[in-house]
T-cell receptor, first 113, second 111 residues
Framework: EAQVTQNPRYLITVTGKKLTVTCSQN?????MSWYRQDPGLGLRQIYYSMNVEVTDKGDVPEGYKVSRKEKRNFPLILESPSPNQTSLYFCASRSQSGNTEAFFGQGTRLTVV | GEDVEQSLFLSVREGDSSVINCTYTDSSSTYLYWYKQEPGAGLQLLTY?????DMKQDQRLTVLLNKKDKHLSLRIADTQTGDSAIYFCAEKSGGYNKLIFGAGTRLAVHP
């Protein structure tokens, strides 16, 4: 089954404690991206990756890092989480020829206290 | 910059039609999309329309695009309780690698 898998689904952490949210897709998609969803703001793009070792900033990259060492994985790293990063995070993927992110992960709800 | 706006809430009776509206600002948008988000789930691509089209119909869904007014709408015919969800409008501008999302419209379907 074609899918985008994120882990964990829920996470509560403390300010300053580094964390990684993993994202994996099994469709051999070139393009992957991370969004955060906040009430009243919709989804905003954090980072995207056009292919292995190619990443770029989205609209709200501050406080986040990503890496794309393998095609299937695109982890989101918070080196020093802060309470304003409490949000719902989504990973998405599509093929290079696709015209949109047709596949989204189930989401990771992160709370930073 | 680019902006997408939509009303936050819509309540309809089961069996009626729902119309969710959206406005966008970027006239160079190539594709416009509707996503559905059910509680606790990710986003599901419902349908999309290319900017040179006025209308697209897919079973109970009808998308209307008024490019002059930068207005997009999603009509759901014979709305069912299973249609209760948040619906996001999104645009993709030419040359950009991101989608610009609206805040989402929560559709509540009542008996």
């Amino acid at each position: 089954e074609a899918q985008v898998t994120q882990n964990p689904r829920y996470l509560i952490t403390v300010t300053g404690k580094k964390l990684t949210v993993t994202c994996s897709q099994n469709m051999n998609h070139e393009y992957m991206s991370w969004y955060r969803q906040d009430p009243g703001l919709g989804l905003r793009q954090i980072y995207y990756s056009m292919n292995v070792e190619v990443t770029d900033k989205g609209d709200v990259p501050e406080g986040y890092k990503v890496s794309r060492k393998e095609k299937r994985n695109f982890p989101l790293i918070l080196e020093s989480p802060s309470p304003n990063q409490t949000s719902l995070y989504f990973c998405a993927s599509r093929s290079q020829s696709g015209n949109t992110e047709a596949f989204f992960g189930q989401g990771t709800r992160l709370t930073v206290v | 910059g680019e902006d997408v706006e939509q009303s936050l809430f819509l309540s309809v009776r089961e069996g009626d039609s729902s119309v969710i509206n959206c406005t966008y600002t970027d006239s160079s948008s190539t594709y416009l999309y509707w996503y559905k988000q059910e509680p606790g789930a990710g986003l599901q691509l419902l349908t999309y329309i290319f900017s040179n089209m006025d209308m697209k119909q897919d079973q109970r869904l009808t998308v209307l695009l008024n490019k002059k007014d930068k207005h997009l709408s999603l009509r759901i015919a014979d709305t069912q309780t299973g249609d209760s969800a948040i619906y996001f409008c999104a645009e993709k501008s030419g040359g950009y690698n991101k989608l610009i999302f609206g805040a989402g419209t929560r559709l509540a379907v009542h008996p």
